[in-house]
């Protein structure tokens, strides 16, 4: 999953899905967990967020900024 944002210094976000909490990934983008932490973003800036979850073992994301 790809999705582009605008993100404020200190904002925080993690994933959910159907727009539901009861399934949540958080955590670090290295290694993302059920119900773990807010990623916390360090800059302001418009990003390319990819979410993958090709590895059921090691969800993992990545931020690109613009």
Do not use: C, H, M, Q
Not at 3 to 21: H, M, P, Q, Y
Not at 22 to 49: Q, R
């Amino acid at each position: 999953y790809v999705g582009e944002v605008t993100l404020k210094a200190g904002e925080e976000f993690k994933f959910r899905a159907n727009d539901d909490w009861a399934i949540n990934l958080g955590g670090t983008l290295g290694n993302l967990v059920p119900g773990g932490d807010n990623i916390k973003v360090a800059e302001a800036g418009t990003y390319i967020i990819t979410l993958d979850l090709s590895n059921a073992a090691n969800f993992k994301a990545t931020t690109t900024k613009k």
